[in-house]
């Protein structure tokens, strides 16, 4: 019978015969400078991911803002609509109030200030008709005769009572043109255009 072969633990098979040999320092060493490099990869490794984490949330949070503010800004442009619309409705009410009240105290003014601008445009026109209404036809022809005579109006002025004409309003005429003030035609041109501009503001506070 084969004698088992022993183990031959003092045998060296490196080539050359040479042990390898690390000093116990060197060991210790070279543990501590792995662990280092280790615990130093961890710790960049976790600043990384907390770097990460903080821009992720930075950048949720931006949204979270940027949506809040998009929010309050359309909030805020409806208000805004919506207190302009009620000003513009509160001005034309008013307006439509006070018109027929100066027209009543001072019926002459509007019809004075007209003429007399077209007075000053017509001074060597030959002939000029104002239309005035009935109820203040006699003062109107006065008054109109007068500011003729300070324009230096030297044509024929031909002053006319017109029960179609209201209180307040005229119409001059000459030969190749004429103006009129009309109160109520003036009031509906605004009361339409403002109108357009509520319902385009209404769909905006909407």
């Known amino acids: 019978m084969t004698a088992a072969a022993k183990f031959m633990f003092d045998e060296d098979f490196a080539p050359g015969g040479v ?67 009620e000003a513009v409705q509160v001005a034309v009410a008013v307006a439509g109030k006070l018109s027929p009240e100066l027209v009543a105290r001072e019926p002459l003014a509007e019809i004075s200030a007209l003429a007399g601008e077209a007075f000053r445009q017509l001074v060597a026109t030959p002939q000029i008709a104002i239309h005035t209404g009935a109820d203040i036809f006699d003062a109107a022809r006065e008054k109109l005769e007068e500011i003729a005579r300070l324009r230096g109006f030297e044509g024929r002025l031909t002053v006319q009572s017109d029960a179609n004409v209201a209180p307040g309003d005229c119409r001059i005429e000459w030969a190749d043109g004429g103006v009129t003030r009309d109160t109520a035609a003036t009031l509906a041109t605004i009361e339409e255009i403002v109108g357009r501009y509520i319902a385009g503001r209404g769909t905006v506070a909407n």
């Open 19 to 85: 042990k390898p040999t690390i000093t116990l320092i060197e060991h210790e060493r070279r543990s501590a400078d792995a662990e280092a490099v280790a615990h130093r990869k961890g710790f960049e490794a976790g600043q990384t991911q907390a770097r990460t984490e903080a821009a992720e949330r930075i950048a949720r949070a931006l949204t979270q803002i940027a949506d809040s503010m998009a929010r309050l800004n359309n909030a805020l442009t409806g208000i805004e609509a919506r207190l302009e619309t």
